[in-house]
Every structure is written in C-alpha cells, then in structure tokens.
C-alpha cells in the first residue's frame, strides 16, 4: 500500500485513534524492522494527531 493510498483512506476530517490504538502502533513502529511497514504506521500515527496528507508526504519523501 503507498502513502498516497493510506493518505487517501484515513484523511478524513474526524479520523481519530484511542490512546491505547496510537500506543500499539507506537510500540509496532519501534518492534518492525522493515522499513516500508514502519513508515506505513508513522503515516497513520501522523494522521490520526492532526498531521495533514501533504504534511506527511512531506515527512517521509
């Protein structure tokens, strides 16, 4: 899946996470080693703490 893809699927104006989702993908983001896998989550961490697309985009290249 590409960033622009997550982008598209989780830039919704009311996208949110619980605390405990956030601290699971905290703690998958610092256990994977695959780097792809790990800006996945760093996408969808950004997003859900008010982080723009284009923000992001920005971010991760």
């Keep these: 899946m ?3 893809r997550i982008c598209r699927i989780f830039a919704m104006p009311d996208y949110h996470l619980t605390d405990k989702q956030l601290a699971e993908l905290r703690a998958a983001h610092r256990g994977t080693r695959d780097k792809r896998e790990a800006d996945r989550i760093k996408a969808v961490v ?12 920005e971010v991760l290249q």
């Design 46 to 57: 950004l997003l859900a703490t008010g982080w723009t697309a284009e923000q992001i985009a």
């Design 2 to 4: 590409t960033l622009n």
